[in-house]
């Protein structure tokens, strides 16, 4: 069956409420997106298409223009099939220099009806900070006042923009919490890490959720994307009046995506989802990882949550190219893109890419019962532990 699309990359098949804004329903059992015109709406996105980090690729490939760079990867994105940026125009732990334009990438997005989020980073990544600096305490007077501040900012740049999905917090906020625990004086570090961990999420998500509603009451609140094991099921619980939908990074055998939606009426945002890499927590030479590998795990994943009703969308964390310079690859010789340096697709990766994206509403429009997405599920459980048997 042939998809017709909106404006916004909507299917006309699917109706939802017409709002003027982006927002989530339930249709047909499923949990949906719903387009400003009122059509639902899969987000499959890319999660670092412009970084930082790719300034020696600008470089080479495109002499240093800038502009050339940020028009010829978006057409390449959407080439491939990616439908919007869920970590909108960059991330700011791949640029904390700036290299990228956000004004200039985010009115191509708009120039070509590409929707977007918009980010509030309210607590650097880890990997982003000094040595010995660690983060905010984020019960004190004098952050909340950076927080309401930052938000009336950003809000006032994106609250009348449709094509603006919602607004996210960044990546990895939870990530190592003992040493940031031990930091804040009000917490008590001999408590479970857990409970402490509650405490702030809780506390962190309220205060921007607050804020947010003061100056934009349309916008959805996608929240941090946080690892999967950063919180559970009862933190998670706990999160719920201040967020629009769970953000979990991964999909893996140990974390059900139907128990954390049924336990909080909540979708799942896949925020993170792995793509480029598909290392355990030993990093193993990426060159042993082949883009073969890549594309098959690729296709089941994009399967995996296409079929699941509590999904409403995925965020795949991969560069358009590989990287070559930045932290990531000093830290774990990461490389994650679809193309190599030199600028050519990676055959086995980007001809799969291209199609399991075609195939978005065919799938997703037909979610499988239980039984059915656990045999999925098994059968992805599989083809990584191939992978990771293959690297070591």
Same mark, same amino acid.
């Given at each position: 069956?042939?998809?017709?699309?909106?404006?916004?990359?909507?299917?006309?098949?699917?109706?939802?409420?017409?709002?003027? =804004?982006?927002?989530?329903?339930?249709?047909?059992?499923?949990? =949906?997106?719903?387009?400003?015109?009122?059509?639902?709406?899969?987000?499959?996105?890319? *999660?670092?298409?412009?970084?930082?980090?790719?300034? #020696?690729?600008?470089?080479?490939?495109?002499?240093?223009?800038?502009?050339?760079?940020?028009?010829?990867?978006?057409?390449?994105?959407?080439?491939?099939?990616?439908?919007?940026?869920?970590?909108?125009?960059?991330?700011?732990?791949?640029?904390?220099?700036?290299?990228?334009?956000?004004?200039?990438?985010?009115?191509?997005?708009?120039?070509?009806?590409?929707?977007?989020?918009?980010?509030?980073?309210?607590?650097?990544?880890?990997?982003?900070?000094?040595?010995?600096?660690?983060?905010?305490?984020?019960?004190?007077?004098?952050?909340?006042?950076?927080?309401?501040?930052?938000?009336?900012?950003?809000?006032?740049?994106?609250?009348?923009?449709?094509?603006?999905?919602?607004?996210?917090?960044?990546?990895?906020?939870?990530?190592?919490?003992?040493?940031?625990?031990?930091?804040?004086?009000?917490?008590?570090?001999?408590?479970?890490?857990?409970?402490?961990?509650?405490?702030?999420?809780?506390?962190?998500?309220?205060?921007?959720?607050? *804020?947010?509603?003061?100056?934009?009451?349309?916008?959805?609140?996608?929240?941090?994307?946080?690892?999967?094991?950063?919180?559970?099921?009862?933190? =998670?619980?706990?999160?719920?009046?201040?967020?629009?939908?769970?953000?979990?990074?991964?999909?893996?055998?140990?974390?059900?995506?139907?128990?954390?939606?049924?336990?909080?009426?909540? *979708?799942?945002?896949?925020?993170?989802?792995?793509?480029?890499?598909?290392?355990?927590?030993?990093?193993?030479?990426?060159?042993?990882?082949?883009?073969?590998?890549?594309?098959?795990?690729?296709?089941?994943?994009?399967?995996?949550?296409?079929?699941?009703?509590?999904?409403?969308?995925?965020?795949?964390?991969?560069?358009?190219?590989?990287?070559?310079?930045?932290?990531?690859?000093?830290?774990?010789?990461?490389?994650?893109?679809?193309?190599?340096?030199?600028?050519?697709?990676?055959?086995?990766?980007?001809?799969?890419?291209?199609?399991?994206?075609?195939?978005?509403?065919?799938?997703?429009?037909? #979610?499988?019962?239980?039984?059915?997405?656990?045999?999925?599920?098994?059968?992805?459980?599989?083809?990584?532990?191939?992978?990771?048997?293959?690297?070591?």
């Amino acid at each position: 069956m042939t998809y017709t699309l909106d404006s916004y990359g909507g299917t006309t098949q699917l109706k939802g409420k017409s709002t003027g =804004w982006f927002h989530l329903e339930k249709l047909d059992g499923r949990s =949906w997106f719903i387009t400003p015109e009122g059509n639902a709406f899969f987000p499959v996105s890319l *999660a670092h298409i412009y970084t930082g980090n790719s300034q #020696p690729t600008v470089q080479k490939l495109y002499d240093g223009d800038k502009d050339v760079w940020i028009e010829k990867w978006f057409s390449q994105v959407r080439a491939l099939g990616f439908n919007c940026a869920l970590a909108g125009a960059t991330s700011q732990c791949r640029d904390p220099e700036g290299y990228v334009d956000v004004e200039k990438v985010e009115a191509l997005f708009r120039r070509e009806s590409f929707p977007y989020a918009a980010g509030l980073f309210l607590i650097p990544h880890p990997n982003e900070l000094p040595q010995g600096q660690e983060r905010p305490d984020i019960f004190s007077s004098a952050y909340q006042d950076w927080v309401e501040e930052l938000v009336a900012g950003v809000c006032s740049q994106y609250a009348d923009d449709p094509l603006m999905m919602g607004y996210y917090y960044g990546f990895g906020t939870f990530i190592r919490p003992e040493s940031w625990i031990d930091s804040i004086p009000s917490l008590d570090s001999e408590a479970p890490v857990p409970e402490n961990i509650r405490k702030m999420a809780v506390h962190l998500y309220r205060i921007v959720h607050d *804020a947010i509603r003061r100056h934009d009451p349309n916008h959805l609140i996608l929240g941090p994307y946080v690892k999967e094991q950063s919180f559970d099921l009862k933190t =998670w619980q706990a999160l719920t009046p201040y967020l629009d939908m769970l953000s979990p990074q991964h999909f893996n055998r140990n974390i059900s995506f139907t128990e954390q939606s049924a336990t909080t009426g909540r *979708a799942v945002l896949v925020s993170d989802e792995e793509s480029g890499h598909i290392f355990e927590s030993a990093r193993q030479n990426p060159h042993s990882v082949t883009s073969e590998h890549k594309g098959r795990v690729y296709s089941l994943l994009l399967d995996r949550h296409l079929r699941d009703a509590n999904v409403c969308g995925v965020n795949f964390c991969a560069t358009l190219y590989d990287l070559d310079d930045g932290p990531l690859m000093d830290m774990m010789g990461m490389m994650e893109g679809l193309y190599d340096w030199d600028g050519n697709p990676k055959p086995d990766l980007v001809d799969v890419v291209r199609k399991a994206n075609r195939e978005i509403y065919q799938r997703a429009i037909e #979610p499988y019962p239980v039984d059915e997405l656990a045999e999925l599920d098994e059968k992805l459980c599989r083809a990584r532990d191939e992978v990771h048997q293959h690297v070591r």
